[in-house]
């Protein structure tokens, strides 16, 4: 299943009241820890209505979502059976089962250190298990208790047994939606005040950032690059050819001729591009660049647009760890993330507890993970990562202050902000 990158403006709306403001500690976000929940073994005897519906609709519709349905890992362990079952192997991360509490919440760097040797011995526990078993291209996190890796079937079967796992989820995809939209928001008088962006760093995941680009002239500060090709037809969009790359030059944006390449490029100028004309709104800010996507060439997954670009999970949350890295090194107020995939008509926290407890790190040491609501006109739901809790999830209204009718809506969206269409260049 495909999550994709979505409507990259409208996050920068909040860019002038998460940066230009405040900070993430400020905002009345809720900041409750998923369930842990134990595995069982596979069983058909739930039925489909009991997980949730992840539906994508056309974008230019106001449309109803059905209510979703308790999260259950059993049938969610089954449909990963079946997949690994047709398809040779399944990309999934895992939840480590052990007690687990944002870095910034802990206050005493023994209690840091301790943390991660706790998930770093877990994760070994869970690979010597695996051992005799087929499993490929393991991505081990350092703050947030989860792993990532692709397995067939007979692993999948074993992971489900281990004492050390709570959860297993899809790693899915995420793919862009490109829009040409400003936020109209008052910005000049923010910039009178004095709120311009100026020692303050934001953090763009995305297609890359041309840091050649006028508007971007001195602007990006750190480059990382994660981009994992696991399936037939993926292939690295990292400079290295390679699934992951640090340092200047790794987050340049991917070849024009595929689709949306420029998209990151776009973010980052709405959010602190620096053209006397048309400047951003931290006009001020510097930037952090990194690519999350790899090229895909699967129609089923680009449709007509083949080739494509999209993201895992697993490399998203390894650019939101990137950020977390760089907090003493840069004064870092925000991370835009323009994707998402779905439709939750509730917080969903249970299903993307990954998401949960990487915002929540996020959030603990005062950086804002600021979130696209998706473009599919929903009025009762947020796409994926928006609907995690600890999301700042932002929505679209256009220039009379009407919801815009392609925008996704819900009672736990963070904020709307109001656009109209511009050239960026």
């Not at 900041?31 to 230019?60: A, G, M, Y």
């Not at 005040?193 to 953090?203: N, R, S, V």
Request: with cysteine; net charge neutral; aromatic share 8%.
């Amino acid at each position: 299943m495909s999550i994709k990158p979505r409507l990259a403006i409208r996050i920068s709306v909040i860019f002038l009241v998460g940066i230009l403001i405040t900070d993430a500690s400020a905002l009345p976000l809720q900041n409750k820890s998923p369930n842990s929940l134990s595995l069982n073994s596979f069983s058909n005897s739930t039925t489909p209505s009991d997980i949730i519906q992840n539906v994508t609709l056309p974008v230019h519709g106001k449309t109803k979502l059905p209510s979703e349905a308790r999260f259950n890992q059993t049938l969610n362990l089954q449909l990963l059976a079946d997949k690994a079952a047709k398809y040779g192997t399944v990309p999934i991360i895992v939840e480590l089962n052990i007690t687990f509490a944002s870095e910034g919440k802990l206050h005493d760097a023994k209690l840091i250190h301790d943390q991660r040797v706790s998930i770093n011995k877990t994760q070994d526990m869970v690979l010597q298990n695996l051992s005799g078993h087929k499993f490929f291209q393991v991505k081990r996190f350092q703050h947030i208790p989860f792993m990532a890796m692709k397995v067939d079937s007979e692993s999948l079967k074993r992971l489900a047994l281990l004492k050390q796992i709570s959860t297993i989820h899809e790693d899915r995809m995420l793919s862009p939606i490109d829009v040409t939209t400003i936020p109209l928001t008052g910005t000049n008088t923010a910039w009178s005040l004095g709120y311009t962006g100026a020692g303050q760093t934001i953090a763009i995941l995305d297609s890359g950032v041309s840091g050649t680009h006028p508007f971007l002239t001195g602007k990006v500060v750190s480059e990382a690059c994660y981009s994992t090709p696991l399936q037939a037809g993926d292939s690295s969009l990292c400079p290295n050819a390679q699934s992951s790359q640090t340092g200047s030059g790794s987050a340049v944006p991917c070849t024009s001729s595929i689709t949306s390449c420029s998209h990151g490029t776009f973010v980052a100028g709405i959010a602190a591009g620096n053209d006397a004309s048309l400047p951003g709104f931290a006009k001020d800010a510097n930037i952090i660049a990194v690519q999350i996507f790899h090229k895909d060439t699967n129609a089923a997954d680009c449709g007509s647009s083949t080739p494509c670009i999209e993201a895992y999970d697993s490399d998203v949350i390894s650019g939101l760890e990137y950020v977390y890295g760089l907090r003493n090194s840069f004064n870092i107020d925000a991370v835009n993330l323009s994707l998402g995939s779905g439709g939750y008509t509730s917080t969903c926290d249970l299903f993307f507890p990954q998401y949960k407890s990487e915002f929540d790190t996020l959030q603990s040491v005062g950086i804002a993970p600021i979130v696209s609501s998706g473009n599919n006109g929903f009025v009762n739901g947020l796409s994926a990562p928006a609907c995690v809790s600890s999301a700042i999830s932002v929505g679209s209204t256009n220039d009379s202050d009407q919801v815009s009718s392609f925008t996704n809506s819900a009672s736990f969206l963070s904020f709307f902000g109001s656009f109209r269409q511009s050239v960026l260049w």
